[in-house]
């Protein structure tokens, strides 16, 4: 529970982002929008986790990075413990760059070359004010290493002297040291080997029970998806097209681009077959250039004259289940027949 008494740590309500295309030789106009992120809304509790799935380009990232404000958003609203974050200014928003932080893909690229992990991990403390003498700056540290199952004698050493896994261990104790309060986790085990993600997938499960901290997790990777997520949201073009209970999504998904998705999942078993009717065909239309009415109509084997008109209106369909598409929002979804 918050201050408010409410165990909501963040609510993002029909968040936009956008990136204007701009042409001309002179004089630069815009002509178009990239709508990477377009009206989506979601909610993570404190200790949580929300997964954002999807196929490369269907905004996934640039959601994670316009919560932490680390992009501006072009309209909606993030209230990250009651407050909207997403109209305060720079100066204003530095008390709250504290409680977010991120997480990326590649941690060769994300730390520092040059510095130390003493020093990588004592200039967040330092910039916040968390930490007041070395005494106290090297206690710290030695506790965040071992949080993240490095040893204190790491401390002098720098990115290139470790594997990937322990790098990824780094840029985890990077994010946790200033206490956030929510994490964005950018496909943070895509550039490891898979022993190694499953230890990271594990260090940042046990942390989140230590730290009570919320997780946007970010991935492609169903299965890790899965494993760490509470709830689940997934991505299409921009928009959320479905979200809800991880369990109820995994084991009951009711978009049809939900279905493909899944379907896609690998089986780790040889023998057992996979339904050719659920997959996915077709390319991923320009994010420019969106299809009129619902975005997915271009590869939907339910595509109806409606789906080409408006785009569908997100509705819930259970409890902690919605779906934003005309077979649910036009009713009767029992009388649904596949192609
Ligand atoms: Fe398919 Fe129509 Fe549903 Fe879009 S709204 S997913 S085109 S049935």
Redesign the pocket.
Known sequence: MNDSGSKVLLEVRDLQKYFPIKSGFLIQKTVAQLKAVDGVSFTIDKGHTFGIVGESGCGKTTIGRTIIRLLNPTGGNIFLEGEDIAILKERSLKQYRQKMQIVFQDPTSSLNPRMTVGQTLSEPLLFHGMVRSKKEVEERMSQLLSSVGLKPYHVDRYPHQFSGGQRQRIAIARAICVDPSLIVLDEPTSALDVSVQAQIIKLLKELQGKLNAGYIFISHNLSVVRYISDRVGIMYLGKMVEKGDTNEIFENPM???SKALLAATPIPDPKTRRKRKELLSGQVPSPINRPTG?F??TR?K???PA?EKEY?QMVRIAQNHSVS???YSLGEPEKIVEK
């Open positions: 978009h049809p681009y619902c997915f109509r939907c339910y595509a109806m789906c569908p598409c005309h077979l």
